[in-house]
């Protein structure tokens, strides 16, 4: 698949002789990610319109066998990602929570419980549940045996609960879904979770440029007031800027969340890097890979050293610079 010149031409090839393998459909799905993936989203929407219409003559995904409806299917959430729609072909099986031992389950029972932000109703609480079982799940210091299976139908599922959650049409640029506005920037942060710390993407991937792009443009379009009402909130705000501070390539953004993730830390009063990790793995945490990213020079976990090295006067919350915070003003 190196040479997509020579793919193409042998795709073209099969479909002149009438040959509709289900080889060939997992094969235009593998053209169509990659180009997703390196950022050439017009064509890969020419690769999924072809991949759709194949599909189609196949009488539906369902059709399509084994490891390559697994193929076609990821090619489908992908290309639902990048142009926040839902996506084109039906779902997946779903499979129940990953069972997890008895100290995974008192983990998770510690953990912030979104329903308290979002309420019982949001139909992005179970992902959140999902990811975090995925999670620990696949962290060899909780998990017991692990049914990569399972775990593969559970990455699955989560990622099509996301995709459902955008709108019936969409485009690479756009992040409004008509979802309640604080639900956008966290469905975007998940996702951008599941690419980076579960599907472990490439970090230079353009993909993550396009979806931390969306994030801060969700938190900008929104009175950010909300996130900082309470300190539930700031947590959950503070683990987002953290996940979308990773992931972004482009030094513009990266500091756009790091000053926003200075002012968090200062507001809930951080000051050692052990304090931050702490509600960072109240929210989402995928072990060590999580806690590298955290602590790599220059990272995210840098603001609890310059919070320490601010003067004094400045590190009471009265003394917050909220002009920094742009739309975000902190309740006094």
């Known amino acids: 698949i190196h040479h997509g010149g020579e793919a193409v031409r042998a795709i073209n ?44 003559k196949k009488g539906g995904i369902e059709n399509i066998k084994d490891i390559h409806q697994r193929v076609a299917t990821w090619a489908d959430f992908c290309d639902s990602n ?13 499979s129940p929570l990953i069972p997890l031992n008895n100290a995974s389950i008192s983990l998770i029972g510690a953990m912030l419980n979104p329903e308290d932000i979002l309420g019982t109703a949001s ?9 975090r079982h995925i999670s620990l799940s696949m962290d060899s ?4 045996i692990l049914d990569r299976s399972l775990i593969s139908l559970s990455i699955y599922e989560a990622e099509y609960s996301l995709n459902l959650l955008n709108g019936p049409m969409g485009g690479v640029g756009e992040y409004g879904n008509g979802q309640p506005s604080e639900v956008v920037p966290l469905k975007i942060a998940a996702h951008i979770y599941l690419y ?13 440029g396009e979806l931390t ?27 987002m800027l953290y996940i979308a501070f990773a992931a972004a390539p482009e030094e513009p953004n990266k500091q756009w969340f790091l000053t926003k993730g200075l002012l968090l830390c200062e507001m809930l009063n951080l000051m050692a890097g052990d304090e931050l990790e702490r509600i960072l793995r109240s929210v989402l945490w995928n072990g060590s890979r999580c ?42």
């Open 291 to 332: 806690h590298d990213e955290l602590n790599k020079d220059s990272g995210f976990g840098e603001l609890v050293n310059m919070v320490r090295l601010r003067p004094v006067s400045d590190n009471s919350s009265d003394a917050v610079n909220t002009a920094a915070l742009g739309t975000w003003n902190c309740a006094n």
């Open 82 to 94: 990048v142009r926040n729609c839902r996506p084109r072909f039906c779902q997946p099986p779903i």
């Open 123 to 131: 139909p992005i609480v179970p992902v959140i549940q999902t990811l």
């Open 196 to 208: 980076l710390m579960i599907r472990e993407l490439p970090g230079d991937s353009p993909v993550f």
């Open 141 to 144: 210091s909780h998990s017991g």
């Open 213 to 239: 792009r969306r994030f801060r443009a969700s938190l900008e379009a929104q009175t950010e007031q909300w996130w900082i009402a309470s300190r539930d909130r700031q947590c959950w705000v503070l683990w």
């Open 13 to 56: 090839m099969q479909l002149n002789n009438g040959v509709l393998a289900d080889t060939t459909v997992a094969a235009v799905a593998i053209l169509a990610t990659r180009e997703n993936l390196n950022g050439r989203f017009q064509l890969a929407n020419i690769h999924m319109n072809g991949l759709q219409h194949m599909i189609a």
